[in-house]
Structure formats: structure tokens, C-alpha cells
């Protein structure tokens, strides 16, 4: 079945059945002069919620902020048996940063800073670190783990299936062959300069991973991602970095991202409910 195609017929038939409250907003963002859809899972029965920020991946249709309900209708329930509030903002296909090239893509400064501040003004959230997570899937699993260790505002972060080094050619992300096998990055980070993809890159990084809480996981049979994965596990360890990594049965698409996220945020909910030192 189509992505696409997939997405509308769940956001048709699931919502009936789901019994957490789905608020769809739109939120102001002053550094893109825009708003930004966000879709808010709020759970019942918490006075105080921690909160778990998923990021879609590439190509997500004209609402991506509606991919992760599309993907994973369990993520209602989830919400409410583990009390945590999740919020799903669209990212459009900019890669979750502050472009260097286009100043309509500045994900970083809005994920890090006014969703946040938005967030936690008009919900009753567990307004700090430690009541903060991030993941996400392909292009989202990159922009959680770019995103948590450029700033102090998330704890936990994650990715599944997630893209770690942008200067790697090779045929899913390749600059040298055609646009749709850049995967808008040239949009976004200009004509390739690998300088510029190393500095863009979280396996270039690793340095400000550490104290994070960490979980990466990937499918054993995706040809786009695992290498990278991998390569991201096996450096971490080299750094000894404490990190969760999974290697399980699964493709880049969405079977395996639909039960992926049920380990993420269980990995979550531990790290929100282990005790304050």
C-alpha cells in the first residue's frame, strides 16, 4: 500500500476508537515567521507529565505531522498507560535544523526552544530535563539525536532507522546522482561540501551525547540505514558512551516503525519514573 495512501485511511478509521484526548494546533514559531502543525497527545490521570517528542521521517505527505498516529494508532493508549504527553510537530522535509542556506528552516531553534516554551506554558508538563524525550524515524531518528545533543533541553533521546552522517554517499542519500536521491539536503544545507555534512552530522558529535540517555534501534534487513547504524553503535561503544541499541528483524518502513515505538517509549517511561540523585 502506498505511504500515503496508508496514512489517510488510518487518520479515516482510527481515532473513533482511541481513548486519550488529540489536539491538533498550530503553534507560532517567530524564528520562521510561520506556525508549525503539531499534533498533542495528552493522556488522563497525571497532574504532572513528562514529555516525549516524536519526529516524522522524509516524505510524510502534506500533514507529517499526523505520521506517527498514522503509523502507530496504539500511541493513544500508550499515552495513557505510561502517563506521558506526546507531541508530534511537523518538520516538514528540512532535516529537524537551523539551514545555513534557507531561512524558512530553522527546526532547530524552534524544537529546542519555542515548542518547548509553548508546550510547557499551555500544558501541565514536567517542565525540565529529566521530563524530556526525543526519538523518531529515518530523517526524525537524525533530528532527535541532532537535536538532544545540541541543547540541555531533552534527557532521552532515540532513533529508529535513524540517518547519523550526512557526508556519506551512498545510493539512498547520494548528491551525485538525482534530487530525489538527495533527500532535499542540498535544500537545506546547500551544494555538497562534506565540511559542511560532517558539521551537520551527529556521528561527529558523539562528544555532546554523553549523559544523555540513549536508545538506537534498527532493522536488520534496512539497506538504507543499517550501515550508519552500526557504524554509530560500534563508535559509541569505541567512546564508551552508554547507549540501548536493538538490532531486530525488520525494513525501512513503517511494520517496523509501528512496533519500534512501543520499545522506545517504554525506554522512555523508565528513564521519567527512575529516582531524582
Known amino acids: 500500500m502506498p505511504l500515503r495512501l ?19 494546533l498550530s503553534v507560532p514559531s517567530a524564528a520562521m515567521n510561520a506556525t508549525v502543525e503539531t499534533v ?9 507529565w513528562p514529555t516525549i517528542y516524536l519526529l516524522h521521517g522524509y516524505g510524510c505527505g502534506e500533514h507529517p505531522a499526523r505520521a ?36 524558512a528552516a530553522r527546526y532547530e531553534t524552534f524544537m529546542t526552544r519555542e515548542l518547548p516554551q509553548f508546550i510547557d506554558a499551555h500544558y501541565p508538563t514536567r517542565a525540565d530535563r529529566a521530563g524530556r524525550a526525543i ?39 547520494s ?29 561527529y558529535q558523539m562528544a555532546a551525547l ?31 558512551i552508554p547507549h540501548t541499541w536493538i538490532l531486530r528483524p525488520g525494513k525501512h518502513d513503517i511494520g517496523y516503525w509501528q512496533t519500534a515505538i512501543d520499545w522506545q517509549l517504554r525506554f522512555f517511561a523508565r528513564f521519567f519514573n527512575r529516582p531524582v540523585r
Not at 498533542?40 to 504532572?48: A, F, H, W
Not at 503509523?71 to 510537530?89: F, K, N, W
Not at 540513549?214 to 557504524?231: K, R, T, V
Open 68 to 103: 506517527w498516529l498514522a503509523i502507530a494508532p496504539q500511541l493513544p493508549e500508550l499515552a495513557d498507560e505510561l502517563g506521558v504527553l506526546i507531541v508530534c510537530p511537523d518538520g516538514r522535509e528540512l532535516w529537524w535544523l537551523d539551514s545555513p542556506v534557507n531561512p
Open 135 to 173: 526519538t523518531g524515524f529515518s530523517m526524525g531518528g537524525y533530528g532527535a539525536v541532532w537535536l538532544a545533543a545540541r541543547s540541555a533541553v531533552f534527557g532521552a533521546a532515540g532513533a529508529s532507522s535513524g540517518v547519523f552522517d550526512l557526508a556519506v554517499k551512498f545510493p539512498a542519500l
Open 210 to 240: 554523553a549523559g544523555l540517555e540513549l536508545i538506537i534501534d534498527c532493522g536488520a534487513d534496512d539497506d538504507l540505514a543499517l550501515a550508519q547504524n552500526e557504524q554509530f553503535h560500534q563508535e559509541m561503544m569505541r567512546r564508551k
Open 175 to 203: 548528491i551525485d546522482t538525482s534530487p530525489a536521491r538527495d533527500f532535499n539536503l542540498t535544500a537545506v544545507l546547500g551544494a555538497y561540501d562534506d565540511e559542511t555534512r560532517r558539521a551537520y552530522s551527529p556521528r
Open 40 to 48: 498533542v497527545i495528552l493522556p488522563d490521570g497525571k497532574e504532572r
Open 6 to 24: 496508508f496514512f489517510v485511511l488510518l487518520l479515516v478509521v482510527a481515532p473513533a476508537a482511541l481513548a486519550a484526548q488529540i489536539v491538533t
